[in-house]
């Protein structure tokens, strides 16, 4: 592990990507050294507003290259394994965008990798942690304020319908709108409740998008068993007719938290004459770097990231157990596996 000197970063996909690179820089002690794109219209267009740093269409250069430390992987979701697993096995540390992989098989090639390389870090870019608003509630849940969570409910509402029909989700295999959008709510409410999902049972359907070029469920949700016997159900609507939105409800024996296109609030009584409390926190509040400076410092100071290698394959298993039950139409338990041998 590096523990010293100056850590040099490299960035995959410069879509998403190019807001890493504030991230890194945002540690006087990193420095980007190099950025990628198989796009050369894109690679030229974001490069040129970092003049200096150089560039490369061939990801295997930053993730095979000894001069460099970390990689942040923005690429394509079905490019992330095995650029996550040749970057490991070059001794790099890894910050990847969701999701982590697509398939189990995927996911357990880079658990072995995670094994085999025990000193090297890995985090996830679940931003919705950095959000002040999902702050707050948890701060008030860990307090007792709201009493005993017994029902969660997170619906991830895409609004860009576009991105499936016409971009690029829409023409890579086994494209999942759960690994690419519920995701975050599975990690919201993962962080919140500190409880682990036991089993899934998940339905779905393409109508809004049957007549299009994407064929697999655009809207898919998922009734989920937690190990405290609570009970949760979480969506992801890729279809949905409103402004990208992740709506959250918390309902605890004291309190219940909601969160919808039109604001947010805390319920402190059944009377309908009773006010709620308004929520005045930031939402979204967050930038797709914020989770850098976190990593960069797990890095050179040795302590763990905001999300942790272990917390990104555990939320990943969840969402795999999702779209297992999706296919079989079944109850699936959660197949956890320990990062560490």
Known sequence: MKTNG???AGVIGLGVGEKHIAGYQADERCQVVLLCDT???????VGSRYPGIPRTNDPEEALTN????????????????????????????????????LMQEELDDIIRQLRCNPDLKLSS??????????????ERL??????????????????RLHKITEGWRGQIPYYSVVHGGAIHLLDLIWWLSGKKVLRVHSIGNNLATENTKYK???????????????????????ASVVPHHHK??????????????????????????SSPE???STYPGTAKGDMLPSFVKSILDGNEPEVSAQEVVDVMSVSLAIEESLQSQQPVNVNYQSIYN
């Open 6 to 8: 100056e850590l040099r």
């Open 39 to 45: 796009d050369s219209a894109k690679l030229s267009q």
């Open 66 to 101: 000894t001069e460099i430390d970390v990689v942040s992987i923005a690429s394509y979701d079905n490019f992330h394994c095995d650029q996550i697993v040749l970057a490991l096995k070059h001794g790099k540390h890894v910050f990847v965008e969701k999701p982590l992989c």
């Open 125 to 138: 870019n679940l931003i919705l942690r950095k959000t002040p608003r999902f702050i707050e509630l948890r």
């Open 142 to 159: 860990q307090s007792g304020a709201l009493g005993v969570p017994y029902y969660w409910e997170g619906d991830y509402d895409y609004g």
């Open 216 to 238: 697999r469920q655009s809207l898919v949700t998922t009734i989920l068993d937690l190990d405290d016997g609570s009970s949760a159900k979480v969506s992801a609507n890729f």
């Open 248 to 273: 959250l409800s918390v309902y605890g024996t004291k309190g219940t938290f909601e969160q919808s296109h039109l604001g947010a609030a805390y319920f402190w009584s059944r009377d309908p004459q």
């Open 278 to 280: 308004l929520v005045n």
